[in-house]
């Protein structure tokens, strides 16, 4: 089974902190996500990464920034955290982007929490 | 992506078989039909897709409307771990991820 593994279940940080969220996947998936996940909004897409040192913008992706130094790791960098930035965040992985039999294989999430 | 609905929360009781309905009315020739499901404190789980036949897995089974205007998850048999909150999304064939939309979906409660 496909492991994606995010580094904290919850965190807490002071607002304007520099935040590191951590995602790792263990099956040489090419492309890997970060999606936040807010009651009555859904999951909105931050930045996704189809390659090592590549990266594209989702929907939301004011406030935040990423790695992806390895392809197993992707990592979410909030420069200056604000309270609007509590949420619960998702880190997903798929082997091919374009394909419709590919599903996300998505970490069970981190809670941050900004006061 | 194009747009789903969803009735927000559905209950049903252990053993029993669960229907969760999906309308699709503006669904494309070229969209497919997947489903997640999110399990209290953790990330979504992929449970089916299809495209125009009907479709059984494991988890699950996927009835497609003929005009694919609807479609229905079916949980056979609904287990205390069946709870969790099921997303109907829409993706194109070869549609990048970056628009693939998770909506609100239905919360399912299972009781014993």
């Known amino acids: 089974d496909v492991k994606v593994t995010q580094s904290s279940r919850y965190l807490v940080k002071r607002t304007g902190e520099k935040v590191f969220l951590e995602c790792v996947q263990d099956?040489?998936?090419?492309?890997m996500f970060w999606y936040r996940q807010d009651p009555g909004l859904g999951l909105r897409l931050i930045y996704f990464s189809y390659d090592v040192k590549m990266k594209e913008k989702g929907d939301i992706p004011e406030g935040y920034s990423v790695s992806r130094e390895k392809k197993e790791r992707f990592s979410l960098i909030l420069e200056s955290a604000s309270t609007n930035q509590t949420s619960m965040y998702l880190c997903a992985s798929t082997p091919y982007l374009g394909s419709y039999n590919s599903p996300l294989h998505f970490g069970n999430g981190t809670r941050l929490t900004v006061t | 992506d194009a747009k789903t609905t969803q009735p927000n929360s559905m209950e049903s009781n252990e053993e029993e078989p669960v229907h969760l309905p999906c309308n699709h009315s503006?669904?494309?020739?070229?969209?497919?039909i997947h489903w997640y499901r999110q399990l209290p404190s953790q990330g979504p789980e992929y449970v089916i897709h299809g495209l125009t036949s009907n479709v059984n897995n494991r988890m699950a089974s996927l009835a497609i409307a003929e005009d694919r205007k609807s479609s229905t998850l079916i949980l056979h048999r609904a287990t205390l771990r069946d709870a969790a909150v099921y997303y109907c999304?829409?993706?194109?064939?070869?549609?990048?991820?970056?628009?693939?939309?998770f909506g609100q979906g239905t919360i399912l409660t299972v009781h014993p």
């Open positions: 503006t669904i494309s020739g070229t969209d497919y």
């Open positions: 999304i829409l993706r194109e064939e070869g549609a990048s991820y970056g628009k693939l939309t």
């Open positions: 099956m040489d998936h090419e492309n």
